[in-house]
Every structure is written in structure tokens, then in C-alpha cells.
């Protein structure tokens, strides 16, 4: 019955982690991968030019640009390319909306896949997955249960693999992907050396 609990409770915890990210809305003009270009862009029917005048970076830099942007009919856009920083991004600007200047802003996300970050929500999910499959490991080792074992293992993957797919908050993508891979690693070395003690027996 305890097996079929601490089963249960990982299962949910997992898919409830699953369903949020992918409920989390789209803030403005998206959320883009770290270290790619963005096309910032801009609509105005009425605008003969439109101009970025700043961007406000995540570490609270204030970037003056004040650079024209490229128009194309109503479209006007701008490639930015310093997306170093995880977080998010304000873009301010004016244009001359009906002949007359008008100063618009907008934001947007950088994450390190470019997938919608949840922030320390996200952080959140994975120490607590991270904590469940501890928890598993340690139950299993002090029960020399090797089932329960094999499950921590699985659930050490599990919880890599969520790591390096959506990311930790405001920490860079090679560290994600290291510690997501350590993870996984450990949990394959947990997943076999269960398999092989339990066939042993």
C-alpha cells in the first residue's frame, strides 16, 4: 500500500508539473531561446517611421538605442541579438502615430529553450521531484528493496529530463543541461544497479 502512495504521489506531482508550464501565458511579444536573435517588431498603419529608443535588460541595464526600425508597409522591425541574460526584456520606443509622436513599450521573455519559464515555480517542481526521487533512493537502500529502488531511479531520470527540457529560473542554459544530464546519470546508475542486484537475488 506505501509503494502504491509514494507511486501515486509521484505520478501527480510529475503531471501537474506538465500541465502548469504548458498553461503559463504569453506575456506580450513572446518568449524566445537564449543567445538567438529576436525581431522586435512594430505595427503602425499611420507611422512613417518608428524608432526603439531603449531597452531595459533583466539585470535592470538600461540599453539607449535610439535606432530607426526597418519598415516594411505597416511592419516595422529591429534584430536583436543580445540575449545573453535569462528573464525578461522591456523595449521602449516612439512613433509617429497620426503624424503625432507617440511612445509605446512591450516586453518580452528570454528562457534558455525558449519554452514559457514559470520562474521559481519551476525551480520549485524540480526540488521537489529532485526530493521525491531522494527520497525513494534512501527508502530503498535502508529497505534493501530493490522495486522501490529501480523506481527511484526512474523517477531520477524523470526529473533530469524535466530539468534540461524547461529549465531552471534565471540560471544559464550550459548549467541546466549539465546538472539535468548529472541527474540523468545518476539516475541510470541507480536504474541498473537495482535491475542487477534484484536479478542477482
Keep these: 500500500m506505501n509503494n502504491k502512495i509514494i507511486v501515486g504521489l509521484f505520478v501527480f506531482l510529475f ?3 506538465f500541465v502548469s508550464a504548458a498553461q503559463e501565458p504569453q506575456k506580450n511579444l ?3 531561446p ?3 536573435d529576436i525581431k522586435l517588431l512594430q505595427i503602425c498603419g499611420t507611422c512613417t517611421y518608428n524608432t526603439i529608443t531603449s531597452i531595459v535588460y533583466p539585470n535592470s541595464t538600461h540599453n539607449i538605442i535610439d535606432i530607426n526600425m526597418t519598415r516594411r508597409g505597416a511592419e516595422y522591425n529591429y534584430t536583436f541579438s543580445q540575449t545573453d541574460l535569462l528573464g525578461i526584456y522591456s ?3 516612439v512613433g509617429d502615430l497620426d503624424g503625432t509622436a507617440n511612445a509605446w513599450a512591450y516586453e518580452f521573455e528570454v528562457t534558455t529553450t525558449g519554452g514559457i519559464q514559470q520562474n521559481l515555480l519551476n525551480n520549485a517542481i524540480i526540488l521537489l521531484m529532485f526530493g521525491l526521487s531522494l527520497t525513494l533512493f534512501l527508502v530503498g537502500v535502508w529497505k534493501g528493496n530493490y522495486s522501490i529502488g529501480f523506481l527511484s ?3 531520477f ?3 533530469g529530463m524535466y530539468a534540461m527540457i524547461y529549465g531552471f529560473a534565471n540560471i544559464t542554459n550550459l548549467y541546466t543541461q549539465a546538472t539535468g544530464g548529472i541527474i540523468i546519470g545518476w539516475g541510470v546508475i541507480i536504474l541498473l544497479t ?3 542486484e534484484g536479478l542477482s537475488d
Aim: no cysteine; hydrophobic share 45%.
Design 15 to 17: 503531471l501537474f508539473s
Design 91 to 93: 523595449v521602449n520606443g
Design 153 to 155: 531511479g526512474i523517477s
Design 30 to 32: 513572446g518568449t524566445f
Design 157 to 159: 531520470v524523470l526529473t
Design 34 to 36: 537564449q543567445y538567438k
Design 194 to 196: 537495482s535491475a542487477f
